[in-house]
Nanobody
């Protein structure tokens, strides 16, 4: 079982930046797929970005050009760098891992974009 711990959320103004972290309990090179999701208030959980163990990344249209996934293999950490933040980016951000049919979720971290 993979354990995931997210951190880095907070309150930022529109146009600002924030960097989220997701620390895994095992090497991220052993996890084929890792994702970031957003659950906005009253909404379903939305897929924002994906990183494969090869380093290839994909992004939803809503965040393309603004958000970037990166990783630090030595510390088992995946990051989400969020720039040009908008009020609609507000919500709880979740880290997810997928190995075959086995998935794990972090506890979530709150991001609020407001002036």
């Amino acid at each position: 079982q993979v354990q995931l711990v997210e951190s880095g959320g907070g309150l930022v103004q529109p146009g600002g930046s924030l960097r989220l972290s997701c620390v895994a309990s095992r090497s991220i090179l052993s996890i084929p797929v890792m994702n970031w999701f957003l659950q906005a208030p009253g909404n379903k959980r939305e897929l924002l970005a994906t990183m494969f163990s090869s380093g290839i990344t994909t992004y939803a249209d809503s965040v393309k050009g603004r958000f970037t996934i990166s990783r630090d293999i030595a510390t088992n950490t995946m990051y989400l760098q969020m720039n040009s933040l908008k009020p609609e980016d507000t919500g709880v951000y979740y880290c997810r891992s997928l190995r075959g049919t086995s998935e794990s979720w972090g506890q979530g971290t709150q991001v609020t974009v407001s002036s």
